[in-house]
T-cell receptor
């Protein structure tokens, strides 16, 4: 099993450009998440999905859109990139939360720089 | 939302020393994970421990959910243990995780 994978690993954009980050998981998890990590800080939740075709806002959703057309994929889009979106982006996935909780598994991250 | 406090914020050790990292949280949780973020930025899942005690080699963790804290023990530290240790919790009432600010650990040879 590959676990959680992210594409691309690195990207440099100019202000105003758009791009899509792809997250894929092969663990048949229902839940998927997108986080961003700024220097010296913990991760903050951008958007998440509780199942195919559903998405919800997290802590810092502004400037991002997401889609979950297939259970195994979760896409994060930046329509018009801004320098404030320079960050490292992590994707994660988990089973549906239950009485036993829900361990999250993280991808390797995508380092995005917006000039 | 739930508050997560980690202590100490920074810790410097000599190789071979032991250490204890603490995580306090403000509400009941059904998810608690400890991660190690290495100097290359990779997040390594150490423990999934919403309650009880687990051990994995030189590392062990204990969560006392009723008292709202968790401890991560590192014994016989090595330089490869350097990095940031994050405590991450999920509220019983929700499905999202909240990260603490992390403990920056430096192990000197």
């Amino acid at each position: 099993n590959a676990g959680v994978t992210q594409t691309p690993k690195f990207r440099v954009l100019k202000t105003g450009q758009s791009m899509t980050l792809l997250c894929a998981q092969d663990m048949n998890h229902e839940y998927m998440y997108w986080y961003r990590q700024d220097p010296g800080m913990g991760l903050r939740l951008i958007h998440y999905s509780v199942g195919e075709g559903t998405t919800a806002k997290g802590e810092v959703p502004d400037g991002y859109n997401v889609s979950r057309l297939k259970k195994q994929n979760f896409l994060l889009g930046l329509e018009s990139a801004a320098p404030s979106q320079t960050s490292v982006y992590f994707c994660a996935s988990s089973y549906r939360p239950g009485l036993a909780g829900y361990e999250q598994f993280f991808g390797p991250g995508t380092r995005l720089t917006v000039l | 939302g739930i508050q997560v406090e980690q202590s100490p914020p920074d810790l410097i050790l000599q190789e071979g020393a032991n250490s204890t990292l603490r995580c306090n949280f403000s509400d009941s949780v059904n998810n608690l994970q400890w991660f190690h973020q290495n100097p290359w930025g990779q997040l390594i899942n150490l423990f999934y421990i919403p309650s009880g005690t687990k051990q994995n080699g030189r590392l062990s963790a204990t969560t006392v959910a009723t008292e709202r804290y968790s401890l991560l023990y590192i014994s016989s530290s090595q330089t490869t243990d350097s990095g940031v240790y994050f405590c991450v919790v999920g509220e019983t009432s929700g499905s999202r995780l909240t990260f603490g600010e992390g403990t920056q650990l430096t192990v000197n040879p």
